[in-house]
């Protein structure tokens, strides 16, 4: 089983209808990340977790919401889907290291998600 | 404000040839890490190196190298014997201390091998 498993993996909904993306993780790290990517722009921070006591909002996050359910899980969810919501969405977690040492960071597989 | 910048959209290479992806980054960060990713057409982001603002040493993994020059805050990927399953596109980005350690990402550059 891959280390961050997101799911689904496509999906394609209408919009305004609410829709949640989630993502689930067997690596033990505490910080977990929702990043939208577009075309010619990267990725792009949406929302991110220390723990499930503490989420806090990244450069795009309006019209998003998320849940930590657990260490593990950490769902984002549309509430209203809009058709520039149309993206690829990776979920990622880090074992939060500092200094000059190699912070790992492992992504999970995206979600492409098409708003009609 | 901390940014990455690749310059170049789309890049061409012959097959066996070496290629360089350029990545600028900006911070005021004395502590910083660099990394380069790979993402084919199937989506997944593919961890290819690292490098830490104090590594002396410019990192190498296999046929990646990552040409770290901080004066002039560049971090460049370069490909030695491009392979046909070497085309993708190739993100560089850069962690930062706020925002709890998040990747910040430069734009991309997606690299053509040719037979």
């Known amino acids: 089983d891959a280390d961050v498993t997101q799911t689904p993996r496509n999906r394609i909904t209408k919009t305004g209808k609410r829709i949640m993306l989630e993502c689930s993780q067997t690596?033990?790290?505490?910080?977990m990340y929702w990043y939208r990517q577009d075309p010619g722009l990267g990725l792009r921070l949406i929302y991110y977790s220390f723990d499930v006591k503490d989420i806090n909002k990244g450069e795009i996050s309006d019209g998003y919401s998320v849940s930590r359910q657990a260490q593990a899980k950490f769902s984002l969810s549309l509430e209203s889907a809009i058709p520039n919501q149309t993206a690829l969405y990776f979920c990622?977690?880090?074992?939060?290291?500092?200094?000059?040492?190699?912070?790992?960071?492992?992504f999970g597989s995206g979600t492409r998600l098409t708003v009609v | 404000a901390q940014k990455i910048t690749q310059t170049q959209p789309g890049m061409f290479v012959q097959e066996k040839e070496a290629v360089t992806l350029d990545c600028t980054y900006d911070?005021?960060?004395?502590?910083?890490?660099l990394f380069w990713y790979k993402q084919p057409s199937s989506g997944e982001m593919i961890f290819l190196i690292y490098q830490g603002s104090y590594d002396e040493q410019n990192a190498t993994e296999g046929r990646y190298s990552l040409n770290f020059q901080k004066a002039r805050k560049s971090a460049n990927l370069v490909i030695s014997a491009s392979q046909l399953g070497d085309s993708a596109m190739y993100f560089c980005?850069?962690?930062?201390?706020?925002?709890?350690?998040?990747?910040?990402f430069g734009q991309g550059t997606e690299l053509s091998v040719k037979p």
């Open positions: 690596k033990g790290h505490d910080r």
């Open positions: 990622a977690t880090s074992d939060g290291g500092r200094g000059p040492g190699l912070s790992g960071y492992t």
């Open positions: 911070t005021s960060d004395q502590s910083y890490g």
């Open positions: 980005a850069m962690r930062t201390n706020n925002q709890g350690g998040k990747l910040i």
